[in-house]
């Protein structure tokens, strides 16, 4: 069974940094996209980044409003994407999700984010 | 930036009736590599988080009821639920996973009449 898993959410001050954990298990994650996604308070879903399997270069793509501030890696000895937060905003404040590859087959439940001063 | 556009914004249908969506891209989304439409739609529930209902336009996700099917091609899609069941309310949203960055549509809410 797949599951993924989010963690590191909470509360934390504009400008301020935080590393966020998405655990992958029942798939072969090396070979795996990974795909992060947020959603704000009341509002719809937002691409956040990607990143691809090391066979496919371990590139990653981000969304404009967080490209420069965030960073997605990936520890597959670990099954673990993670994804690191800095100068975050208000406008950061969502549920962060992770989901498997581009076509997102799979979600976690998802860890809230509450950037505010 | 591909856009997508969904409608209706929201729906009310009485249960047991047909439901409709629709997502335009505004780019088309299919593939030559492949053959394949890079198009998917989940479904939100109130308080939870998405699922996917349908990936590659058309192919149903693993557990999802044949109810729900997606058909279109290019930059034309559409979810139908064929028999709305009061488990259907929700919000449903299509993806474009072709380009970068990855875009959804701005969701449609499904209600019971």
């Known amino acids: 069974e797949v599951q993924l898993v989010e963690s590191g959410g909470g509360f934390i001050q504009p400008g301020g940094s935080l590393r966020l954990t998405c655990a992958a298990s029942g798939f072969t994650f090396k070979d795996a996209w990974m795909t992060w996604v947020r959603q704000a308070p009341g509002k719809g879903l937002e691409w956040v980044g990607r990143?691809?399997?090391?066979?496919?270069?371990?590139?990653?793509d981000y969304a404009a409003p967080v490209k420069g501030r965030f960073t997605i890696s990936k520890d597959d000895s670990e099954n673990t994407m993670y994804l690191q937060m800095d100068s975050l905003r208000t406008e950061d404040t969502a549920v962060y999700y992770c989901?498997?590859?581009?076509?997102?087959?799979?979600w976690g439940q998802g860890t809230l984010v509450t950037v505010s001063s | 930036d591909i856009v997508m556009t969904q409608s209706p914004a929201s729906l009310a249908v009485s249960l047991g009736e047909r439901a409709a969506i629709n997502c335009k891209s505004s780019q088309s989304v299919f593939s030559t590599s492949n053959n394949k439409n890079f198009l998917g739609w989940y479904q939100q529930r109130a308080g939870q988080p998405p699922k996917v209902l349908i990936y590659w336009a058309s192919i149903r996700g693993s557990g999802v009821p044949d109810r729900f099917s997606g058909s279109g091609s290019g930059t034309d899609f559409n979810l139908t639920i064929s028999s709305l069941q009061a488990e259907d309310v929700a919000v449903y949203y299509c993806?474009?996973?072709?380009?970068?960055?990855?875009?959804f549509g701005q969701g449609t809410k499904v209600e019971i009449k």
């Open positions: 990143i691809r399997s090391k066979a496919d270069g371990g590139t990653t």
């Open positions: 989901c498997s590859n581009t076509d997102c087959l799979y």
């Open positions: 993806q474009q996973y072709l380009g970068t960055p990855q875009t």
